[in-house]
């Protein structure tokens, strides 16, 4: 079966830690993971900026680590990153900002790209959001 998976959620949100957890079972089943998509607060996943507390685990970096060991596309919503101060090199130079705190595995992208995952899929599941 082939999945979409969509993060409304930051990383330090319990839905966070259970998607990665889902997305993990769902390589472990045998089944394909299409596309992750990183949407509304999901974005703060994929920042370098967040610090993770000692006594907790740093959900964003199992996540950076799962997406880039098994060469997945991890797409962060380029719309909501941009409202939220998750910036690659690209977009921080085009809006003159000091740095950028995307970076690989991750990309920017619009909604087109989970529209087009989901055609290609058999499921959608989503985990956050209000």
Known sequence: MKF???????????SSRRALRFAQAVLAGG?????????????HSASANGVTPQDEQDIA??????????????VVCIAAALRRGVLNEEE??????????LSAPW????????????QAADRL???GGR
């Open 61 to 74: 970096a199992q996540w950076r680590e799962f997406v880039t060991h098994h060469g997945l596309d991890g």
């Open 31 to 43: 089944h394909e993971i299409v596309r992750l998509f990183f949407y509304q607060d999901g974005v």
């Open 4 to 14: 979409v998976i969509a993060l409304y959620s930051p990383a330090h949100a319990p």
């Open 107 to 118: 990309t920017l992208s619009g909604l087109g790209q989970l529209h087009d995952a989901v």
């Open 92 to 101: 921080a130079e085009r809006y003159s900002r000091p740095g950028a705190n």
């Open 125 to 127: 599941i989503c985990f």
